[in-house]
C-alpha cells in the first residue's frame, strides 16, 4: 500500500532544483569556529532594537486592525510613505503604483509570475543575483547574461540580446551590484532604460542596497528614467532596517502592479501587518535618518577594513572591486584556481565565501569568489582573510 | 517611445486572472452601513491582543535573532511546538516534517508550485474554497468537482475520478468546509486516504477552522490515516491567533517537505520571525488553551444566532447547513434565483454576502451564497439577516 517516493512526480519545474547554494552553505557554516563572508546578512549591530521596542510598545488602538486581515496591496500609511520617499530615488509615485511585498524577494516571483511563460528569455548581468536565476529556473525561463563593464551592461550588446532573444525582461541590481558591487552610471541607466522601453521589455530594478553608499554621490534609479511604464522598481527594508521582519516593496504603474497584487493573493494574501507597522512607524521617524546615517559608517568601516586586510594577506595574483555601497567585494583569481573545490579547504580553515559559479548561467565564474563584509566584525574580518589568503596562496602555490 | 499596455504581453497564466471575487467585494463592502456576512475574518474580539502585547513587551535578548535572518522551514521551536501540537489531530510528525508559511494560503501555492504542470488535473470538492481555485488556475492546472454528500467526497466517484483523470492531487477542505459548513466522516477519512495512496494522489489537507467545534466530538485529520506519506497537511493560526501575523503551516514527509522548502526560498526566503515568535510564545502559554474555549463559546453563540435569525427572516424555500464548527453556513436556494445578480440588490440593502458560483468548476451553485457569522456582531446579525431575508422574499415573490 504504501508509495514510496518515487512514485510521486514532480512538476518539471522542480528539476535540478536543489534548493539555495548560499542557503546551503549558511547552514554548513553555522558551526562554532568558521568565520563566514558567505551570506548577505546584515551586522547584528545594525538593527534598531530599542527604536522597534519602543513602537511595539506604543502601540495604541490600530492593535486591532493590526491583528485583523488586510488588503493584498499594503498597509495605507507604509504605501504613502513609500511614493513619497522613493522620490529620494528620483521615482515619481503615487500610492497605488506601491505594492508592499513580504521581502523584496517576492517581488521578482510575482513578476515571473506576472510575465514570464516557459521558455521565455530573461536578460541578466553577468554574474547575477543567484537565488534570481533560481526564481527563472522555477518559471522554466531561460536567463541569458548580457556582457558589461564596470558602468553597467553594455547597451550595443543589450540591443543585440534583445533582436536576438527577445526577451520578455531584464533583471539586474544596477546600484552596488550583487555580487561584484559595482554601479551603473547615471548615461547607462537612462540608456537602459530607452532601449528596453522601445523594445517593450519589462525591466525588474532590484535595489537592496542602494541606501548602503560609503562613497560617491546617490544616482537616480533606473526607474527614474521610466517614461513608458515598463520599470519595475523592487526595495527592501531588509538591509536597513530588518531581514527579519520581511518587508520590501514593488514601484510600478497600476496596470502592472495588478498583476503582481492578482499573484499575491493566491501565494501570501498579504504581509504582516505587524512588520509593516514596524517599518511604517520607524521609517517615518526622525530617528531613521540617522540610523541610515549610522550603518553606512559602519559598514563603510567594515569595506575598509576588509580591503585592507586584502591587501595585506591576499596574493598578488587576486583582484577584487572596491565598491562605493553595499555589502559586497568581489574577487577574481587566476583561471586556474576552481573557488567550488576551494571552498571545502576553506571550511577545513574555518573560513567560508560563496563560489562565483552559481551566479553565472553559463557555468562561468569559477575562479572568483563574493565576499561579504556587514555581518563579521573588525577581528573576524582580520582573522578570516588572513585564513582565507593563506588558504589562497596554498591553492596557487 | 512610450510602450502602452497593450504592448506589455504577460504570462499565459495571468489570462482570466481578475483578482480574488472575495476580496473585490470585500472592498465594496468596506463602505460604513453594510453589514457584511462575505468574508471570513475572524471577529476583531477574538485577537489575544493582551497577550500579544505582553509576549511583545518579554522579548529579551533573543531580539536580535528576530531581526536578523533565518531558515526558509522555520523558527525551530514553532516548528518543535508544531510537531507535538499536532498529535492532538492523530498527526504523527518529526519537527523536520514541519513548515512555517506566511499563512496556509502560501502552503496551497507550494504545493502546486512542487507537483503541477500545466494541464494536470486536481480534484476538489463541489463547491470548494474559491481561492484554491484560484491557485489551481494561476498553475494552468485543471480542477475537476468530485461529487459527495455531508460526510465528504464519496468514494466510488473518487475511484472514477482518479481512473478518469489521473489527477495529481486532490486538494480538500475536509473539516468544517469552505463554503458549505460541513465534515467529513471518520469512515471516509480513512477511506480517501487509502485510495488516494494507492493512487499515488498527493492530498492537500487544508484546515484553519479543524480547532474551531462548537458541537460534537473532534476528529482525526485525515493526515491521521496517511500510511503511505501522500497527505500534506496545512494548518494555520488565522482564525485561532490572528490572520493579521500570517502564520501558518504545513506538515508532510521529508523529501516532499522538501519541494515545498525550496518552492518558499524563491518565495519570500521566510516569514516574519517576529510573528512565528508571538505564536510560539502564545500557543505554548497557559492561556492559548482557554483562549481557543473563549472563541468557541463566541462563534457557537453567533453561529445560534445566525441560525436563528435565519429561520426568523428567511423564505420557507431556502435550506442551510447547520455547521459544528467553522466559520460559515451555506444557504440554498429555488434554481430560479441568481446570488450573482441578488448581489446588487443586497448591497444597496446594506448587507453582502458571497455568491456561489466561484466556489464551483463549472459554473455550477448560482443559487447558493455563503455567509460568515464569525466577523459580525449579535445585532449586525440580527439587522443583516433581516434585511437579507426581505431581499430574498423580494427576489422570489
Redesign the interface.
Known amino acids: 500500500?504504501?508509495?514510496s517516493?518515487s512514485?510521486?512526480?514532480?512538476?518539471?519545474?522542480?528539476e535540478g532544483?536543489?534548493?539555495?547554494v548560499i542557503?546551503e552553505i549558511l547552514?554548513l557554516t553555522q558551526q562554532p569556529d568558521v568565520i563566514s563572508f558567505a551570506?548577505g546578512?546584515?551586522s547584528?549591530d545594525s538593527?534598531p532594537?530599542s527604536h522597534?521596542?519602543r513602537i511595539?510598545?506604543e502601540?495604541g488602538g490600530e492593535?486591532?486592525?493590526?491583528?485583523?486581515?488586510?488588503?493584498?496591496e499594503g498597509y495605507p500609511p507604509l504605501r504613502e510613505f513609500l511614493a513619497a520617499w522613493v522620490q529620494g530615488r528620483g521615482i515619481e509615485a503615487t500610492p497605488d503604483q506601491v505594492l508592499i511585498?513580504?521581502?523584496s524577494?517576492?517581488g521578482?516571483?510575482l513578476a515571473c509570475?506576472?510575465?514570464?511563460?516557459p521558455g521565455?528569455v530573461v536578460l541578466v548581468e553577468r554574474p547575477t543575483y543567484l537565488?534570481a536565476l533560481?526564481?527563472f529556473r522555477?518559471y522554466q525561463a531561460r536567463a541569458v547574461a548580457v556582457p558589461g563593464d564596470d558602468e553597467g551592461i553594455d547597451p550595443d550588446a543589450l540591443e543585440k540580446a534583445i533582436a536576438e532573444h527577445r526577451p520578455?525582461m531584464l533583471y539586474a541590481v544596477p546600484t552596488f551590484r550583487n555580487p561584484s558591487g559595482e554601479t551603473w552610471s547615471p548615461e547607462r541607466r537612462r540608456r537602459i532604460a530607452?532601449l528596453t522601453?522601445?523594445a517593450?521589455v519589462?525591466v525588474v530594478e532590484d535595489d537592496p542596497y542602494g541606501l548602503l553608499r560609503y562613497d560617491g554621490q546617490p544616482l537616480p534609479a533606473v526607474k527614474a528614467f521610466d517614461?513608458?511604464?515598463?520599470i519595475i522598481y523592487l526595495g527592501s527594508f531588509?538591509k536597513i532596517i530588518?531581514?527579519?521582519?520581511?518587508v520590501g516593496y514593488a514601484v510600478a504603474r497600476e496596470?502592472?502592479l495588478?498583476?503582481l497584487?492578482?499573484?499575491k493573493?493566491?501565494?501570501?494574501?498579504?504581509?504582516?501587518?505587524?512588520?509593516q507597522y514596524?517599518v511604517n512607524a520607524f521609517g517615518r521617524s526622525p530617528a531613521f535618518q540617522s540610523h541610515l546615517e549610522t550603518i553606512c559608517a559602519q559598514y563603510r568601516a567594515k569595506r575598509d577594513r576588509m580591503l585592507a586586510a586584502m591587501e595585506a594577506h591576499f596574493p598578488a595574483e587576486a583582484r577584487w572591486t572596491r565598491p562605493q555601497g553595499g555589502l559586497f567585494t568581489w574577487v577574481t583569481l587566476p583561471e586556474t584556481v576552481s573557488t567550488t573545490r576551494l571552498l571545502e579547504r576553506a571550511v577545513q580553515q574555518k573560513v567560508a565565501f560563496i563560489p562565483g559559479t552559481p551566479f553565472y548561467t553559463d557555468g562561468g565564474g569559477d575562479h572568483s569568489m563574493r565576499l561579504n563584509f556587514s555581518n563579521a566584525s573588525f577581528a573576524q574580518i582580520d582573522e578570516g582573510i588572513a585564513r582565507l589568503g593563506r588558504t589562497l596562496k596554498e591553492a596557487l602555490a
Do not use: C, W
Not at 17 to 20: L, Q, R, S, V
Not at 113 to 117: I, R, V
Not at 265 to 275: G, I, R, Y
Open positions: 500500500m504504501a508509495v517516493q512514485e510521486l512526480s514532480f512538476a518539471r519545474r522542480m532544483m536543489t534548493g539555495n542557503r547552514k551570506g546578512l546584515p547584528p538593527f532594537e522597534i521596542r511595539l510598545e502601540i492593535f486591532t486592525s493590526i491583528l485583523q486581515y488586510a488588503t493584498t511585498l513580504t521581502g524577494q517576492q521578482i516571483d509570475k506576472a510575465l514570464l511563460d521565455d537565488t533560481q526564481v522555477m520578455k530607452q522601453a522601445a517593450g519589462v517614461e513608458a511604464g515598463n531588509s530588518s531581514p527579519g521582519l520581511r496596470q502592472l495588478r498583476k497584487v492578482i499573484g493573493q493566491t501565494t501570501d494574501v498579504h504581509s504582516s501587518n505587524l512588520s514596524i
